[in-house]
């Protein structure tokens, strides 16, 4: 088959008729139910956990039970699994109440009480700033602003609040002991990383614990490093009582205590001289709740994206996490990009307004291109299309033919997201190996990569057959299982397809020459390009080995009455390389838009004396069938070299730069800025009001 | 207490409280996990089955509510000719993507039909307003509506 042909998803017909089992629907023999006991207070001191008498049936399981170390393996180990003497946040897990039957352990988890002795919390970042509580910190910059000559400054600061991944499936995880082997099945994106979490805290080899997939329904991040946690509560269970136990949240545990999206407060001043931006400096500060997690990873992909599509002469760039009591914050969908973008995208929309310059001409002035020197003076070895794409913007949305209509605004943004992990963490770090196997007729793809949704077997299944010129009814996708495939890394930063379908396409190259013998297993080792050169400690180099890039336009209509904001139209151009499947390709811009309209203009999650505000359904609101502008997508053919047929970057880049579009477009409609999203209908009658 | 009720087109008994949900019911006693536990409050619309040819949020219905009633899983639709068509337009247009709300999605498709001959856009962003899906921004899946309007689909 060519890679150009169209295809139908091959995991689907098993979701539609419902008989595909996710983890809640899988079946154990003798299974145990677990529920997780939590704190009530965001910080203290537990001064002792009064149980009410032990009953039959019921099992505790807590720090006690784990057998050599209490702590959860990330960048750092900074999380316990269970809470021991302390607390750091509202819901923090303390132990888990394990039996067969449900309304036996929720009756006996509300007869215990927990006695602590309360600390004062940490629930702002300025609060966390002024007791010296930063994380992390980086600081990078290009030219100076020592002498620098400007005419005037423009200055404005950018808040963003929390966005709950809202995965329909709910997080969940099952651990069991199988021939002597802790063994656990889950909804993950990262099998391996989790495995490693197994390894370092039940010291374990690599035979001694197994970690396999589930049906996962639904990640975006949120499955990214937070199972790991859940996978070694249920494995130190499962060691305790030899049964199976399964643990999955309901939908209040899932939204108020589990990882999400990063708040932040991003600073920017422009110096302007002639009409011009001579220099921009941008701070951005991130609340990354108690404990590091991978806090600092996601501010390295919103400071290293800072500058955007744009080379200005001088900037500065300056990121923080903070430590507070608030939930613990993670892995979401674009990965710090999402805040870093809306801020300097808005920024660039009001500057052009206040210029009163076109803000897509304005942006022509400053785009990158290849040769030129990144944020953090590497080199973009790449072509880049940014004036085509602006051209086509304004093809696409009929810029140039509207007509002057009342309370209708339109906003726009220009967004790079760079594939795969930053700097050189895919040759340091993640070392990905992928393993492709002939068995007589059929090629088996082994690797640690899942499907959640995205159409990863599909999209990697056709870039086999491509290759190989087979039927792709011959690829075979083995379900990720620690002691069947190799450790092709996490499903997470874009590079499925791009980096591991690379990995696949190289080895389906090598398998060609030898598809008349039976079997074959060839290895593939991911190998750093020579043009990728970096320094983590200076984060100097290059950041990316490539960048995909958007051109989004928002049409907003803004009620003058209810100040609600109707999205009618997103217009958006792409520049992935090549789209492996248009369809696939389609399904995440529809998609990564949706999630991003949520995060501009309608899910409002706070957080009160750190608790989570918004953890149902009906008062966290996610865009519905009826929220569903006309999506207008089309994209350009750029391919890249190291990508398989010239594949970049998807999935992430089609969130990030909807929010910044449509605020802009809202401000656009009312003639007023707004500083923060969602732009909720409150908002609006504040900006309007104001003076 | 004994409940009676029709499941799937079986007349089926169980022992069961009458404040049980119809949900659990269903996967837990059946094992007919096609019918998902989305949010528990009737909001999201994974949990949706037939009761009495009504669609329901079956985590708002308590047992005592599904007494004598017949109600129809995403197990037995699958195996009627009206749901194979849905199918393939689902599967055509690329309205799935991690599959969670997808039967309760298909069903409340099915239901759309039973409302209007030929939804409009606007009927089927109104009829499935009650399902939310985190994946596919819902394009396709009107997308496969439009396709079983154009393909003449009629609900019987």
Known sequence: MKITDHVKRLDVKEKINGSLRYIEDMRFDDLHYARTLRSTIPKGKIISIEYPPPEKGITIVDASDVCHKNEVAMILKDMPIFAEDTVNYIGEPISLIVGKDKNQIISFINKIKVNYEIFEPTLTMEDSQSKGDILTEHTFSLGSFENLEYDERFERTYETGYQEQLYMEKQGVVGAMEDGVVTVYGSMQCPYYVLNALKYALNKEAHEVRVIQAPTGGAFGGKEEYPSLLALQVAVATMKLNKPVRLVFDRREDMAFTTKRHPSKSYIKTYIKDKKIVGMDYEIHLDAGPYLGLSDVVLQRAIFTMNGCYGFENSRVNGKTFKTNNVFTGAFRGFGAPQSMYALELHMNQLANYLNVDPIEFRKDYFVHKGETTSTGGIFNEDIYLEEMADALIALSQMHHRKEEKHIGYGVSFIPHGGGFTGDGEAVHIKAEVHLKKVKENIYILISNVEMGQGAITALSKIVASVLDIDIERVLYAIPDTFKVPDSGPTVASRTTMVVGGLLAKAAEKMKARMDEEEVLIVEHFKQPDYVVWNQEKLHGNAYMAYSWSAIMARVHVDPVTYEVTCTDIYGVYDVGIPIDEKLLLGQIHGGVIQGLGYGMLERMTSEGGQIQHHSFSNYVIPTTEDIPNIHAKWIENRFVDGPFGAKSVGELTLVGVAPAIASAIEDAIKKEIHSIPVTPEKILEAIHEN | ?156
């Open chain 2, 1 to 156: 207490m004994k409940i009676d009720f029709i499941l799937n087109g079986n007349a089926v008994s169980i022992e069961s409280t009458y404040t049980r949900r119809l949900l659990d019911v269903i996967r837990e006693d059946f094992d007919l996990t096609g019918t998902k536990e989305g949010c528990a409050e009737g909001e999201c619309g994974a949990c949706l089955v037939f009761m009495d040819d009504l669609l329901v949020n079956s985590c708002m219905v308590p047992m005592a509510n599904a007494v004598g009633k017949s109600v129809v899983t995403i197990e037995s639709f699958a195996q009627t000719e009206a749901y194979k068509s849905i199918e393939n337009a689902f599967m055509s247009s690329g309205a799935v993507q991690c599959g969670y709300c997808t039967p309760g999605m298909v069903m409340a498709v099915y239901e759309l039909f039973k409302k209007y001959d030929a939804p409009t856009l606007q009927q089927v962003k109104e009829g499935l307003s009650g399902n939310l899906c985190r994946c596919t921004g819902y394009q396709m899946i009107f997308e496969a509506v439009a396709m079983l309007v154009k393909e003449g689909y009629r609900y019987d």
